[in-house]
């Protein structure tokens, strides 16, 4: 599925217009709008650890030459896990560094290990899937 927000329409596939701009009401306006039931969508579809991925959620709104924008950006400093938790991550090995060891426990017992395989991590797709919610 595809969702594209512009100026004058959005549209859930290329040609298929699905709701037109009020005249009364600003271009602007109705893009802040869109873009906030996103963001509150995608908070509620993103995974919560500590809960600074989700707090960092903000939106940046401007106008080009080819019409206004509001975009929806999530990370930022100390925050480099934003791509990880959308699109998730393949399995791969972690190692201790600085000639340390890592410690977990596994089935009760301590151990400590120089590396470990992760299996990976499925993503959430957590602002793909809050998208739609533009077209509301």
């Known amino acids: 599925m595809v969702v594209k927000i512009r100026a004058d329409r959005v549209t859930l596939d290329p040609g298929q217009p699905l709701l037109f ?29 500590t809960g600074k991925l ?6 940046v709104s401007g106008s080009l030459k080819r019409g206004p924008y509001v975009d929806l950006i999530y990370g930022g400093r100390g925050i480099r896990y934003t791509m990880i938790e959308h699109d998730g991550s393949p399995p791969h090995i972690i190692r201790a560094r600085r000639k340390k060891f890592l410690r977990f426990t596994h089935h009760g017992q301590v151990v400590f290990r120089r590396s470990v395989k992760h299996p990976g991590t499925t993503g ?6 809050a998208l739609p919610y533009a077209a509301i």
Do not use: C, N, P
């Open 21 to 49: 701009v009020r005249e009364e009401k600003s271009i602007m306006d109705d893009l802040e709008r869109r873009m906030k039931r996103v963001h509150f969508e995608s908070r509620k579809l993103v995974r919560v650890r």
């Open 54 to 59: 989700m707090s960092s959620g903000r939106l």
């Open 124 to 129: 959430t797709l957590f602002m793909t899937m």
